[in-house]
Nanobody
Framework: QPYLVESGGGLAQPGGSLNVSCEAF?????????VAWVRQAPGKEREQVSC????????YYSDSVKGRFTISRDSGKNAVSLQMTSLGPDDTAVYYC????????????????WGPGTQVTVSS
């Protein structure tokens, strides 16, 4: 069965940076997926902060992270990373990696496969 594993979360100071990574295992045709980073903070709605269509490399960002976060695919392995800069307390959340095979996941925000999540905390 295919599965996703996130890594790289942790504690960052306001204004700092963190990278989180999502590695995929057991996937056939990984390069046909849409892969998203979705976060959820306590008491807040789930938010898709970034997404990449692995077929053509199209990327999407929410307004709340545009210009601060960068999604990229890792060459050499089935992985997608999210580089986060200029972090603020509002970025504190559990960050989940999610994947969709239809190719429409980034648009519909509907994903069938999810990782367990990694905690990102921004605090001084």
């Amino acid at each position: 069965q295919p599965y996703l594993v996130e890594s790289g979360g942790g504690l960052a100071q306001p204004g700092g940076s963190l990278n989180v990574s999502c590695e995929a295992f057991g996937f056939e045709h990984w390069n046909s997926y849409d892969v998203a980073w979705v976060r959820q903070a306590p008491g807040k709605e789930r938010e898709q902060v970034s997404c990449m269509n692995l077929v053509d490399g199209t990327t999407y960002y929410s307004d709340s992270v545009k210009g601060r976060f960068t999604i990229s695919r890792d060459s050499g392995k089935n992985a997608v990373s999210l580089q986060m800069t200029s972090l603020g307390p509002d970025d504190t959340a559990v960050y989940y990696c999610a994947a969709d095979q239809t190719g429409w996941g980034c648009v519909t925000k509907d994903f069938g496969l999810w990782g367990p999540g990694t905690q990102v905390t921004v605090s001084s």
